[in-house]
């Protein structure tokens, strides 16, 4: 008797979505939204992969741990939000979606992406967000999606990025927020377009001088990069504003503080983040 109401939950979770789901179709709406429905399996959602002609699908704040292949069924997606799952890694055939063109897997446990993930052929904006990423974990291709123009990869594990970001050509805003990185690469001053970079909470000492080819500081422009252990020169122009600390790395002064500082070669500065605690890294009870 007691075990009876357990029995019921799937199928209640189950009607919540297909009573949705069944609406969109009734309608013909190409935006289907079951954010917060509690559904932890994409079997809860009979009929989705044939509808076609869903644009945007949002599947955000749900309990999903596995992201089939059919997903990709959904010729038509041009959006497809997946925040705040339990996601741990990600079917290749996503990356050939035709139409996606904004992609938000931020919040989840990805600790892998599959190989081929940068063949996206129109991805334009790209969240990986308090994930466990970093340098290694991405697929050879990650940089050659050209279309990109903005890439969130804050709250992750990155030590180092690597020197094919310079790629992005199109990218608008890049944010590297509280991982662990200990430099970035010179050729991120090649993304000529870029105008937000978030660089706070890492372990940076210095930033290669290439930085100062961007403009990062007109009205339109942010630039973040508060709680790093900056070498005392730069440290003193970011007491002052971060306008001063562009100025600062463009002149012939910091390139020589610079070039002694890399020649020299010491250890990077200890982590000081505990990521061992992130929800990211918990795994699901059975």
């Not at 809860?44 to 596995?66: A, C, W, Y």
């Not at 999606?145 to 992750?156: I, K, Q, V």
């Not at 090649?190 to 706070?200: K, M, N, S, V, Y």
Request: charged share 20%; aromatic share 6%; proline share 7%.
């Amino acid at each position: 008797m007691n075990q009876a109401p357990v029995s019921c939950i799937p199928n209640a979770k189950m009607s919540k979505a297909k009573k949705v789901i069944d609406e969109a179709k009734e309608i013909q709406n190409p935006e289907l939204d079951l954010a917060d429905k509690g559904i932890a399996s994409f079997e809860e959602m009979p009929g989705l992969f044939n509808m076609l002609n869903i644009t945007r699908l949002t599947l955000s704040h749900n309990k999903i741990q596995v992201v089939p292949p059919g997903l990709a069924n959904l010729i038509n997606l041009e959006i497809l939000n997946l925040f705040n799952n339990q996601i741990e890694e990600l079917p290749t055939s996503l990356s050939s979606m035709p139409k996606l063109r904004i992609l938000n897997i931020g919040m989840n446990r990805l600790a892998v992406l599959p190989r081929g993930f940068g063949a996206f052929p129109v991805l334009e904006v790209l969240d990986l967000t308090y994930n466990n990423l970093d340098e290694s974990t991405l697929p050879g291709n990650f940089f050659m999606m050209e279309t990109l123009r903005a890439l969130y990869l804050g709250d992750n594990d990155f030590e180092y990025l690597p020197s094919e970001v310079g790629h992005l050509k199109n990218l608008q805003i890049l944010v590297l927020r509280e991982n662990d990185l200990v430099e970035l690469p010179k050729e991120v001053g090649d993304l000529a377009r870029l105008r937000e970079l978030h660089i706070q909470g890492n372990r940076l000492t210095v930033l290669p001088p290439e930085i100062g080819n961007l403009d990062l500081v007109s009205n339109k422009s942010v630039i973040k990069m508060e709680n790093n252990p900056w070498v005392t020169p730069i440290a003193d122009q970011l007491q002052v504003g971060v306008s001063h600390v562009m100025d600062y790395i463009r002149t012939e002064t910091y390139k020589y503080v610079y070039n002694r500082h890399v020649s020299a070669g010491g250890p990077p500065p200890p982590k000081t983040n505990d990521k061992s605690r992130k929800i990211s890294r918990a795994r699901q009870q059975s």
